[in-house]
T-cell receptor, first 112, second 116 residues
Framework: DTEVTQTPKHLVMGMTNKKSLKCEQH?????MYWYKQKAKKPPELMFVYSYEKLSINESVPSRFSPECPNSSLLNLHLHALQPEDSALYLC???????????FGSGTQLSVL | AQTVTQSQPEMSVQEAETVTLSCTYD???????LFWYKQPPSRQMILVIRQEAYKQQNATENRFSVNFQKAAKSFSLKISDSQLGDAAMYFC?????????????FGKGTSLLVTP
């Protein structure tokens, strides 16, 4: 299994809602990532987890809350988002001793 | 700080022809890797080719090859025998070794149009 699976593929939420994005991989990778991508822009790094511990937070607002419950699963909890948070959210994983990142197909998020 | 610069927002190539996408970068690290990722309309990020900085030999993957000039900090992608399926956004990216995992730095991308 060489896939990174993200659910849901599409999400529409209001500014007062709470929702979660899920990312799963079964490749034994010990590093997992969240990226945010606006249309026609490159992905921007949000968070990095290594060995289930948060190692990089790129000054992301607290309305985004990551969680890594085990080595295969990465969640992104969303609360009180703004319309400008609408974007494609990409999850990726990699072995820590290998620089190759595997990306999921993303969750397209719309905040109304 | 690391930067990746793609100076061509858009490029066009005719089917079966060859096109070269440019990328320059800056890093103070000695141990790093360079990538080209392709993102078609499906928005799935697909790794096209990878280059280790310590290797002098240019990487090749079928119709895709790179021209890696380490001293000039240049990393261009050549696509030979272009196909309609090559149409996509292409991102150049840089990663350096870190104890906290590998954080990719992307360029702004080049949109490649392939015409019949």
């Amino acid at each position: 299994d060489t896939e990174v699976t993200q659910t849901p593929k599409h999400l529409v939420m209001g500014m007062t809602n709470k929702k979660s994005l899920k990312c799963e991989q079964h490749m034994g990778h010990r590093a997992m990532y969240w990226y945010k991508q606006k249309a026609k822009k490159p992905p921007e790094l949000m968070f990095v987890y290594s060995y289930e511990k948060l190692s990089i937070n790129e000054s992301v607002p607290s309305r985004f809350s990551p969680e890594c419950p085990n080595s295969s699963l990465l969640n992104l909890h969303l609360h009180a988002l703004q319309p400008e948070d609408s974007a494609l959210y990409l999850c990726a994983s990699s072995p820590l001793n290998n620089e190759k990142l595997f990306f999921g197909s993303g969750t397209q998020l719309s905040v109304l | 700080a690391q930067t990746v610069t793609q100076s061509q927002p858009e490029m066009s190539v005719q089917e079966a022809e060859t096109v070269t996408l440019s990328c320059t970068y800056d890093t103070s690290e000695s141990d790093y890797y360079l990538f080209w990722y392709k993102q078609p309309p499906s928005r799935q990020m697909i790794l096209v080719i990878r280059q280790e900085a310590y290797k002098q030999q240019n990487a090749t993957e079928n119709r895709f090859s790179v021209n890696f000039q380490k001293a000039a900090k240049s990393f261009s992608l050549k696509i030979s025998d272009s196909q309609l399926g090559d149409a996509a956004m292409y991102f150049c990216a840089l990663i350096s070794n870190s104890n906290s995992g590998y954080a990719l730095n992307f360029g702004k991308g080049t949109s490649l149009l392939v015409t019949p």
